[in-house]
Protein backbone atom coordinates (compact mmCIF):
# COMPACT_ATOMS: atom_id res chain seq x y z
CA UNK A 1 0.00 0.00 0.00
CA UNK A 2 1.53 3.21 -0.95
CA UNK A 3 1.51 5.69 2.15
CA UNK A 4 -0.14 9.11 1.93
CA UNK A 5 2.26 11.22 4.05
CA UNK A 6 4.65 10.64 1.78
CA UNK A 7 2.99 13.03 -1.22
CA UNK A 8 5.09 11.95 -4.15
CA UNK A 9 2.47 11.76 -6.50
CA UNK A 10 2.51 14.84 -9.09
CA UNK A 11 -0.69 15.29 -11.07
CA UNK A 12 -0.32 16.75 -14.70
CA UNK A 13 -3.24 18.26 -15.75
CA UNK A 14 -4.36 19.92 -19.38
CA UNK A 15 -7.83 21.96 -19.51
CA UNK A 16 -10.05 23.95 -21.82
CA UNK A 17 -10.52 27.24 -21.11
CA UNK A 18 -13.65 26.85 -18.76
CA UNK A 19 -13.37 23.32 -17.81
CA UNK A 20 -15.68 22.75 -15.15
CA UNK A 21 -14.02 21.92 -11.81
CA UNK A 22 -16.39 19.12 -11.33
CA UNK A 23 -15.12 17.26 -14.02
CA UNK A 24 -11.48 18.37 -13.73
CA UNK A 25 -11.58 16.83 -10.25
CA UNK A 26 -13.29 13.73 -11.33
CA UNK A 27 -10.98 12.86 -13.66
CA UNK A 28 -8.25 13.48 -10.97
CA UNK A 29 -10.13 11.21 -8.99
CA UNK A 30 -10.23 8.30 -11.36
CA UNK A 31 -6.42 8.15 -12.45
CA UNK A 32 -5.57 7.95 -9.12
CA UNK A 33 -7.90 5.27 -8.55
CA UNK A 34 -6.22 3.62 -11.75
CA UNK A 35 -3.14 3.88 -9.69
CA UNK A 36 -4.64 2.36 -6.81
CA UNK A 37 -3.83 5.74 -4.84
CA UNK A 38 -5.55 8.23 -2.65
CA UNK A 39 -5.92 11.75 -2.88
CA UNK A 40 -4.14 12.25 -0.04
CA UNK A 41 -0.59 11.51 -1.72
CA UNK A 42 -0.52 14.32 -4.60
CA UNK A 43 2.15 16.77 -3.93
CA UNK A 44 0.89 19.03 -6.45
CA UNK A 45 -0.79 19.71 -9.77
CA UNK A 46 1.67 20.97 -12.84
CA UNK A 47 0.13 22.28 -15.97
CA UNK A 48 1.36 24.63 -18.87
CA UNK A 49 1.57 28.47 -17.69
CA UNK A 50 -1.20 29.40 -20.01
CA UNK A 51 -3.71 26.80 -18.11
CA UNK A 52 -2.06 27.93 -14.28
CA UNK A 53 -5.01 29.91 -13.47
CA UNK A 54 -8.07 28.04 -15.08
CA UNK A 55 -10.45 27.79 -12.26
CA UNK A 56 -11.08 24.26 -12.82
CA UNK A 57 -7.99 23.61 -11.73
CA UNK A 58 -7.20 25.58 -9.18
CA UNK A 59 -10.03 24.55 -7.73
CA UNK A 60 -8.95 20.88 -8.01
CA UNK A 61 -6.12 21.64 -6.28
CA UNK A 62 -7.73 23.28 -3.63
CA UNK A 63 -10.58 20.44 -3.44
CA UNK A 64 -7.16 18.13 -3.19
CA UNK A 65 -6.59 19.93 0.29
CA UNK A 66 -4.52 22.91 -1.18
CA UNK A 67 -1.94 21.27 -3.53
CA UNK A 68 0.10 23.73 -4.98
CA UNK A 69 -0.23 24.56 -8.93
CA UNK A 70 3.15 24.39 -10.90
CA UNK A 71 2.94 26.02 -14.42
CA UNK A 72 5.67 25.25 -17.02
CA UNK A 73 6.13 27.13 -20.18
CA UNK A 74 5.34 25.36 -23.29
CA UNK A 75 9.25 24.98 -24.26
CA UNK A 76 10.10 23.20 -21.56
CA UNK A 77 7.27 20.69 -21.96
CA UNK A 78 7.65 20.52 -26.03
CA UNK A 79 11.38 19.43 -25.22
CA UNK A 80 9.88 16.44 -23.16
CA UNK A 81 9.47 13.23 -24.58
CA UNK A 82 6.00 11.50 -23.89
CA UNK A 83 3.74 8.36 -25.17
CA UNK A 84 0.81 9.92 -26.26
CA UNK A 85 1.77 13.38 -27.85
CA UNK A 86 -1.29 15.46 -29.64
CA UNK A 87 -1.66 18.09 -32.48
CA UNK A 88 -4.61 19.57 -30.13
CA UNK A 89 -2.41 20.81 -27.16
CA UNK A 90 0.33 21.95 -29.71
CA UNK A 91 -2.55 24.12 -31.43
CA UNK A 92 -3.71 25.19 -28.09
CA UNK A 93 -0.91 26.27 -26.21
CA UNK A 94 2.14 25.20 -28.74
CA UNK A 95 3.07 21.90 -26.70
CA UNK A 96 2.07 18.64 -28.28
CA UNK A 97 1.54 17.47 -24.23
CA UNK A 98 0.72 19.50 -21.61
CA UNK A 99 -0.67 16.27 -19.24
CA UNK A 100 2.43 13.88 -19.36
CA UNK A 101 5.16 16.35 -19.94
CA UNK A 102 3.93 18.58 -16.90
CA UNK A 103 3.63 15.37 -14.82
CA UNK A 104 7.46 14.29 -15.92
CA UNK A 105 8.77 18.04 -15.40
CA UNK A 106 7.47 17.82 -11.51
CA UNK A 107 8.83 14.83 -11.03
CA UNK A 108 12.50 14.49 -12.56
CA UNK A 109 14.00 11.53 -12.33
CA UNK A 110 10.35 9.80 -11.51
CA UNK A 111 8.03 7.61 -13.65
CA UNK A 112 5.17 8.04 -15.61
CA UNK A 113 2.34 6.00 -13.57
CA UNK A 114 -0.61 6.45 -16.04
CA UNK A 115 -0.42 7.71 -19.30
CA UNK A 116 -2.74 10.87 -20.37
CA UNK A 117 -6.77 9.80 -19.83
CA UNK A 118 -9.36 12.30 -21.16
CA UNK A 119 -11.90 13.67 -18.74
CA UNK A 120 -15.74 12.09 -18.97
CA UNK A 121 -17.59 15.06 -20.19
CA UNK A 122 -21.21 16.41 -20.21
CA UNK A 123 -23.85 14.72 -22.25
CA UNK A 124 -23.24 16.17 -25.85
CA UNK A 125 -19.90 17.89 -25.42
CA UNK A 126 -16.51 16.87 -25.85
CA UNK A 127 -14.00 15.96 -22.90
CA UNK A 128 -12.52 19.54 -21.55
CA UNK A 129 -9.53 18.17 -19.33
CA UNK A 130 -6.71 15.86 -19.49
CA UNK A 131 -4.71 14.46 -16.39
CA UNK A 132 -1.60 11.96 -15.90
CA UNK A 133 0.29 10.52 -12.77
CA UNK A 134 3.97 10.89 -12.17
CA UNK A 135 5.83 9.58 -8.95
CA UNK A 136 8.81 11.35 -7.75
CA UNK A 137 12.11 9.98 -6.44
CA UNK A 138 12.33 9.73 -3.37
CA UNK A 139 15.23 12.05 -1.74
Known amino acids: MHQVSERRIVVGVGASRGAPADEVYA ?3 AVLAEAGLPPGCVAALA ?6 GEPGITEAARRLGGVP ?3 YDAETLARITVPTPSNAPLTAVGTPSVAEAAALASA ?3 ELLVRKRKSTPLAGRAPMATAALARRRRG
Not at 47 to 52: E, L, P, Q, R, S
Open 47 to 52: TVDAKG
Open 108 to 110: PGG
Open 69 to 71: VVT
Open 27 to 29: LIE
